[in-house]
């Protein structure tokens, strides 16, 4: 049996269809409340009602399985919301880790970000630089930092844990949806009015799926390896959701101070306005784009094996599977989505 944590965000709902159609035994733990029933529909898994932050119902979730994907998190470029990160992330991860090593769990993949990794000038970021602390970080990076640390004390506690770190996440399946997700709905309905230069590490949904698989199978135990598909410039990305979309990209296109200056001007009014909404452009999210940063992903591709595909057909996949959910009636034509309901936690993605 294997334990899916998160299993109605972005990854965790690819992630559970890849381990059902390679005919395992799935459990997931799922909120009482949420997208469990749009994004789990129809499967045969297990279900066990529960939260992370909730010692007691990740152990009853955990009790009899041999393998535990651990994917929940609640994800976020804002400023605020530190008790709250805290308390899904690091402890989330603490509990699912313990309950693991009382149950005697044979491995544990857990979700990192590339957020926790340092940045190194000059070339690309590897597993082995160092996050520096100093630096203007979101709650959600701090939180994934302390995550690490959490998986090395309980790997030298004897558990065998691997931290599988995910970049932008792109692809189908995305229920909340995922703030790439919004982005490329806002893009086909004609909602996207700017964006800046810049660019990021892309991964698809399936490349990031075989990663965890790979991590599970292949990875030592204690160590973490970055998953991307590809570097992918914010000018190469609206043409490539013109392309599938049938729309127009924005016309406008800021320059970075600018849009970074607009981003922290809209940050307090935005908190009293829409304090449950995610803005798309926050301060942290233009500093990500802006920054360019690059995943070198050779670890993997030795250690695991990982062979990453391309983006552009995550972005298709993504595409037609909104289609299919209804959200956009068909190429280049769009209805407006709905709001997603706010959740306690979720695996999705923003710039991770």
Same mark, same amino acid.
Do not use: W
């Given at each position: 049996?294997?334990?899916?944590?998160?299993?109605?965000?972005?990854?965790?709902?690819?992630?559970?269809?890849?381990?059902?159609?390679?005919?395992?035994?799935?459990?997931?733990?799922?909120?009482?409340?949420?997208?469990?029933?749009?994004?789990?529909?129809?499967?045969?898994?297990?279900?066990?009602?529960?939260?992370?932050?909730?010692?007691?119902?990740?152990?009853?979730?955990?009790?009899?399985?041999?393998?535990?994907?651990?994917?929940?998190?609640?994800?976020?470029?804002?400023?605020?919301?530190?008790?709250?990160?805290?308390?899904?992330?690091?402890?989330?991860?603490?509990?699912?880790?313990?309950?693991?090593?009382?149950?005697?769990?044979?491995?544990?993949?857990?979700?990192?970000?590339?957020?926790?990794?340092?940045?190194?000038?000059?070339?690309?970021?590897?597993?082995?630089?160092?996050?520096?602390?100093?630096?203007?970080?979101?709650?959600?990076?701090?939180?994934?930092?302390?995550?690490?640390?959490?998986?090395?004390?309980?790997?030298?506690?004897?558990?065998?844990?691997?931290?599988?770190?995910?970049?932008?996440?792109?692809?189908?399946?995305?229920?909340?949806?995922?703030?790439?997700?919004?982005?490329?709905?806002?893009?086909?309905?004609?909602?996207?009015?700017?964006?800046?230069?810049?660019?990021?590490?892309?991964?698809?949904?399936?490349?990031?799926?075989?990663?965890?698989?790979?991590?599970?199978?292949?990875?030592?135990?204690?160590?973490?390896?970055?998953?991307?598909?590809?570097?992918?410039?914010?000018?190469?990305?609206?043409?490539?959701? #013109?392309?599938? @979309?049938?729309?127009?990209?924005?016309? *406008? +296109?800021?320059?970075?101070? %600018?849009?970074?200056? =607009? $981003? /922290?001007?809209?940050?307090?009014?935005?908190?009293?306005?829409?304090?449950?909404?995610? #803005?798309?452009? @926050?301060?942290?999210?233009?500093?990500? *784009? +802006?920054?360019?940063?690059? %995943?070198?992903?050779? =670890? $993997? /591709?030795?250690?695991?094996?990982?062979?990453?595909?391309?983006?552009?057909?995550?972005?298709?996949?993504?595409?037609?599977?909104?289609?299919?959910?209804?959200?956009?009636?068909?190429?280049?034509?769009?209805?407006? $989505?709905?709001?997603?309901?706010?959740?306690?936690?979720?695996?999705?993605?923003?710039?991770?």
């Amino acid at each position: 049996m294997i334990l899916v944590t998160g299993a109605t965000g972005h990854l965790g709902a690819n992630l559970v269809r890849r381990l059902l159609a390679d005919g395992h035994e799935v459990r997931a733990l799922v909120e009482p409340s949420g997208p469990a029933v749009q994004a789990l529909a129809g499967l045969p898994l297990r279900r066990a009602v529960g939260d992370v932050r909730d010692p007691a119902a990740v152990a009853a979730a955990v009790e009899g399985c041999d393998r535990v994907y651990h994917c929940a998190a609640r994800v976020s470029t804002t400023a605020r919301g530190h008790r709250g990160i805290h308390a899904v992330n690091v402890l989330g991860t603490r509990n699912v880790l313990d309950a693991a090593r009382r149950h005697g769990v044979r491995r544990v993949v857990v979700t990192g970000s590339f957020s926790a990794t340092g940045p190194a000038p000059g070339r690309a970021s590897t597993e082995r630089d160092l996050h520096y602390p100093f630096g203007p970080h979101t709650p959600y990076t701090r939180s994934k930092v302390l995550v690490e640390h959490e998986c090395c004390k309980a790997a030298a506690q004897g558990l065998e844990v691997v931290v599988a770190v995910s970049t932008a996440i792109i692809g189908p399946h995305d229920y909340v949806p995922s703030r790439m997700g919004r982005v490329l709905l806002d893009f086909a309905h004609g909602r996207l009015f700017a964006y800046l230069p810049g660019g990021f590490e892309f991964v698809s949904a399936e490349d990031l799926v075989e990663g965890h698989l790979l991590a599970m199978e292949r990875g030592l135990s204690g160590h973490k390896y970055l998953l991307s598909t590809e570097f992918r410039t914010v000018d190469a990305m609206m043409a490539l959701y #013109a392309q599938v @979309t049938g729309c127009r990209p924005p016309r *406008l +296109r800021l320059p970075a101070p %600018a849009m970074a200056a =607009l $981003a /922290r001007l809209a940050e307090g009014p935005r908190a009293v306005l829409t304090p449950h909404r995610e #803005a798309r452009f @926050t301060p942290a999210a233009v500093r990500f *784009l +802006r920054s360019g940063r690059r %995943a070198d992903c050779s =670890l $993997a /591709r030795d250690v695991l094996g990982y062979r990453p595909t391309g983006i552009a057909t995550a972005v298709e996949q993504a595409y037609r599977c909104f289609v299919d959910r209804r959200l956009i009636e068909r190429r280049g034509t769009a209805r407006p $989505a709905p709001r997603p309901a706010r959740r306690p936690y979720h695996a999705g993605v923003g710039p991770r």
